[in-house]
């Protein structure tokens, strides 16, 4: 009963869907008043009725009612609560479901942080965002039902994908799908502008704030998703350049030289046309990425699902989606003012440069992702891009980005003097030549840790000195008092890059492994640290069993850190079998110790990792999100709800 | 020309530049890091490189695996059900290695042959994480090596009719057996 509950609820949802996305666009273009205020009921009822049928999902999956095909395939009764909720979005149907209740929480999220705005710009902006939904609405109900019923319904469910049963994963998605979706916000504000002509510095600034929060989640969503990858999927690697992770990599990419844009497009009036573009093609990738993650037309790690006639479905979505978007740019874009002139030297140019740096970027990771599906329709045979190849590519184009970077902040608006701003630069150019020059020296000649750690101190440095510009001839707390929050964000956010890169570098460059046999009582030493392998021992988990090894370690300094646990598990239902990492977390470095395979006489082979930094790889990430975070909760953006 | 002009002349050109260089190096990057995939067919007709990194699909032979002392080396076949390839990898397999399993591991092959076989040296194996996944590559490379396995028992099924027609039935029973 319940799931047709929530099946009906689905339905119900489409037709305001369908009212949703034609009578507040209509009612706009008559100016008729009542029309364009049925946007906000509407968004509303949309609302009840996804939420309706998503915690009917969620309760079946509670209540263990194998008759629904979705349960029976990804819960099972032993499976612990927490992951039993998880699982509703664990796979295809429930992950899209999760989707649609998301777009219309960001539907409602506009509807109600728009009451300063013009009503006609709301009920188009919402209209749009109606269209998407009824697209995500069609694709469920016809071709991913999550309430299909499976006749006879059997005892017991298949169970959850084991590598999914882990708290970080039970969040990565909805992150990433807040990230993801967000950029429906932006998308649907620039499709309302270009259909009114009202693109100024005004829909700028209106855009800003969204933009910031959806590349919040999204910088959250991809860090999880790499923190997972870490502990979880094995064998400690934290970036592996999959099709999934670069699907979610590019709208960040993207999402990133669009909030900087709207900078400029708000505070100068320039670039409008780039701005519009950059946005359209936000959202347009994270359906790519949607797409490209469940169609299964790319081989990866994740291609957990696949069903060619959802991938038909989803393709003719995106042609439509991102086909519809250029058109209407095509048409109404050339109608766009150019904005104020600035001189070559100047933020205005820097800003651009930094533009272009990350576009393209997203271009050869997207050639790099999509290059073997091309060459299979072409038909010259199976390939893959490997790792190297991103490698090579983007690390080159990162670092004029960093330095553009670090310089931008300290430069003028419209026109500014070369000698001014490498007066400015002094001092953090100063900082990171000796920061360089003295690893050059510690770390025995590796140019490549010089350079990446010197630009991430040049980022620091100038992050400073732009405090320090500001705070002169004043007295210190009363000048940081009045300095913006956005200001404190966008800093914070750039220290984040900064702490991120000295993290990839250190992980990188000066990880130690050994991958080994070792039998009970064996010692081996790893960069300072002494493990001793204590042996294996069997240990029954709620719906595994498993081998638990035990690993103690000492420090350098000859001080006891304690036992590593790492598992060997076997999911009972699927008889799947799982490595689960023993982790020794620390701030400047990270021991792992992995249970690979049972030998004889009780010895085992084991993978022990020394790695340096990796933390600051996630930090960086976190700070990045706190920093955009920090700027939305300016006063200036500080959508006024009252008036 | 006007400063104007000449300025935005001046950035065109720049960022022309740029992308230009950005895309010559992506290019190149992409042709030196590109792996072909080859099934065990395929690499025994010598369609593999020789000393270049390739991925090599297909089932990993029951009763093929063996592990040296080390308790790391680790000798396998893998199969397509018409051919096989000796595999030697030194490491860690993936949790979802083991025989019957689809695989695709990346490695090359330098000409030798290993107990008559021709010997790949995997520098990676991956396996999917699912345990009913079977990497659509391997997939088609089965299929297509049993398509042409039925071709020929069916060409061979011709000829043997043909044949019958002319033999004597007792001679025609033996070449059924030695066809075998």
Redesign the interface.
């Given at each position: 009963m319940i799931p047709e509950i929530g099946n009906f609820s689905l339905i119900i949802a489409l037709a305001v869907a369908l009212f949703l996305a034609t009578v507040p666009l209509y009612g706009a273009q008559k100016n008729n008043l009542q029309l364009m205020q049925f946007s906000r009921y509407a968004v509303v009822a949309q609302f009840f009725f996804v939420l309706v049928s998503f915690l009917a999902l969620v309760y079946s999956f509670t209540i263990d009612d194998f008759s629904v095909r979705y349960i029976a395939t990804n819960s099972n009764s032993a499976l612990p609560m927490i992951y039993k909720i998880s699982a509703v979005w664990g796979a295809h149907e429930g992950s899209f479901l999760l989707w649609l209740l998301i777009l219309s929480i960001w539907s409602m999220a506009v509807a109600y942080f728009s009451k300063s705005l013009p009503i006609s710009m709301t009920s188009r902006v919402l209209a749009v965002m109606g269209m998407l939904s009824i697209g995500f609405l069609l694709f469920i109900i016809f071709t991913s039902n999550p309430f299909e019923r499976l006749f006879p319904a059997p005892m017991d469910g298949r169970d959850l994908?084991p590598?999914l049963q882990d708290p970080g994963l039970a969040i990565h998605p909805p992150m990433l799908y807040m990230g993801y979706v967000g950029f429906s916000v932006v998308f649907s504000i620039t499709i309302a502008g270009l259909i009114s002509g009202q693109l100024d510095s005004a829909w700028a600034r209106w855009s800003r704030p969204w933009t910031v929060i959806a590349w919040v989640f999204l910088t959250l969503g991809i860090a999880l998703g790499s923190w997972w990858a870490y502990y979880e999927?094995?064998?400690g690697g934290w970036w592996f350049w999959d099709p999934v992770e670069n699907a979610s990599f590019m709208p960040w990419l993207i999402g990133t030289a669009l909030l900087h844009s709207l900078i400029v497009t708000e505070k100068r009036g320039a670039f409008k046309s780039w701005t519009v573009l950059l946005s359209l093609i936000a959202f347009s990738l994270s359906l790519l990425g949607t797409f490209l993650v469940r169609s299964?037309v790319l081989?990866s790690?994740h291609a957990?699902a696949s069903d060619p006639t959802r991938g038909s479905f989803i393709l003719a979505f995106l042609v439509f989606v991102i086909g519809g978007s250029l058109m209407l740019y095509a048409i109404r874009g050339s109608s766009m003012s150019g904005g104020g002139?600035f001189?070559?030297f100047s933020k205005d140019?820097f800003m651009?440069?930094g533009n272009?740096?990350l576009s393209?970027a997203c271009a050869?990771v997207l050639?790099?992702t999509l290059?073997p599906l091309l060459d299979q329709m072409i038909d010259l045979?199976?390939?893959?891009?490997?790792?190297?190849?991103f490698n090579?590519?983007f690390v080159?184009?990162m670092l004029p980005a960093l330095v553009i970077m670090s310089m931008a902040p300290l430069m003028r608006w419209k026109s500014d003097r070369f000698e001014r701003v490498f007066k400015q630069m002094l001092i953090p150019l100063a900082v990171a030549l000796s920061v360089g020059i003295a690893l050059f020296f510690i770390e025995k000649g590796s140019v490549m840790i010089s350079v990446s750690v010197g630009l991430a101190a040049l980022i620091v440095s100038s992050v400073v000195m732009s405090f320090i510009n500001r705070v002169k001839s004043k007295s210190v707390g009363s000048a940081l008092k009045k300095i913006p929050l956005s200001f404190y964000g966008m800093n914070l956010a750039h220290i984040g890059v900064a702490v991120f890169i000295v993290g990839v570098t250190f992980t990188e460059s000066m990880s130690l492994q050994k991958?080994?046999?070792m039998e009970q009582g064996d010692t081996i030493s790893l960069g300072g640290y002494a493990f001793t392998f204590e042996g294996a021992d069997s240990h029954q988990g709620p719906n595994y069993i498993a081998y638990e090894g035990a690993v103690s370690i000492i420090d350098p300094e000859g001080e006891s850190i304690g036992v590593l646990t790492p598992q060997k598990r076997v999911y009972q239902v699927?008889?799947?079998?799982?490595?689960e990492a023993g982790i020794d977390a620390g701030l400047f470095r990270d021991l792992f110790v992995?249970l690979?395979?049972q030998?004889e006489n009780g010895?085992w082979?084991l993978?022990i990792y020394y790695k340096p930094f990796i933390r600051w790889i996630w930090l960086g990430c976190i700070l990045m999100a706190l920093g955009g975070f920090i700027a939305v909760m300016d006063k200036r953006y500080r959508l006024r709800v009252a008036k | 020309m006007n400063p104007k002009r000449k300025n935005r002349l001046i950035l065109v050109l720049l960022i022309l530049a740029g992308v230009g260089a950005a895309v010559t190096l992506g290019l190149k990057a992409l042709d030196q890091n590109l792996l072909y995939f080859f099934s065990p067919t395929q690499v025994k007709a010598g369609e593999a490189p020789i000393d270049h990194s390739f991925r090599l699909g297909g089932l990993v032979s029951n009763g093929s695996v063996q592990r040296e002392k080390d308790g790391l080396t680790i000798h396998f076949d893998i199969t397509d059900g018409a051919e096989t390839i000796a595999v030697t990898y030194t490491g860690i397999l993936p949790d979802l290695f083991r025989e019957g399993q689809g695989i695709v591991a990346t490695g090359k092959i330098d000409g030798s042959t290993k107990d008559g076989k021709t010997h790949f040296i995997a520098e990676e194996v991956l396996a999917k994480h699912d345990e009913n996944y079977m990497p659509p590559q391997v997939q088609e490379a089965l299929d297509k090596a049993h398509e042409d396995g039925k071709k020929k028992l069916a060409e061979n099924a011709a000829a043997d009719a043909a044949k019958t027609a002319i033999q004597t039935t007792e001679q025609s029973a033996a070449q059924g057996g030695t066809a075998q």
């Open positions: 994908n590598l999927l094995g064998w299964g081989v790690v957990f002139h001189n070559l140019t651009l440069l272009i740096l393209v050869m050639l790099g290059y045979g199976k390939l893959s891009v490997g790792e190297p190849y090579a590519v080159p184009i991958d080994l046999r699927r008889g799947m079998p799982m490595t992995a690979a395979e030998l010895a082979s993978r | -």
